[in-house]
């Protein structure tokens, strides 16, 4: 019943800017915490940002400040508005659902199906 659908990928030259959104359902979304995350070919799946229910941001070293996660709860949707862009940003995109019930940020099994991005010339 929990859907996430992520949007926005594609390919960017460096420097460029690039916003990802993603859309649940299934859920009720104004409690739910929610993340990013990226994986590039031959590397662990890594944490971007996260965002509470009452909007406190977290990122992770490669996004502090290039990246913003911000939240729409009238639109059931998170953004991940990346500026700055460098080739080493490129990587499939996921969106994840996080636990309620928690204090912060705590990933659940609910994942997007990813959005690929690509930072070259």
């Known amino acids: 019943q929990v859907q996430v659908v992520e949007s926005g990928g594609g390919l960017v030259q460096p420097r460029g800017s690039l916003r990802l959104s993603c859309a649940a359902s299934?859920?009720?979304?104004?409690?739910?915490?929610m993340g990013w995350f990226r994986q590039a070919p031959g590397k662990q799946r890594e944490l971007v940002a996260s965002?509470?229910?009452?909007?406190?941001?977290n990122y992770g070293d490669a996004a502090k400040g290039r990246f913003t996660i911000s939240r729409d709860n009238a639109k059931n949707t998170v953004y991940l508005q990346m500026n700055s862009l460098k080739p080493e940003d490129t990587a499939i995109y996921y969106c994840?659902?996080?636990?309620?019930?928690?204090?912060?940020?705590?990933?659940?099994?609910?994942w997007g199906q990813g959005t690929p991005v690509t930072v070259s010339s």
């Open positions: 299934g859920i009720v979304f104004a409690i739910t915490p």
């Open positions: 965002i509470t229910s009452g909007g406190s941001a």
């Open positions: 994840n659902v996080g636990r309620t019930y928690y204090t912060g940020y705590i990933p659940s099994d609910s």
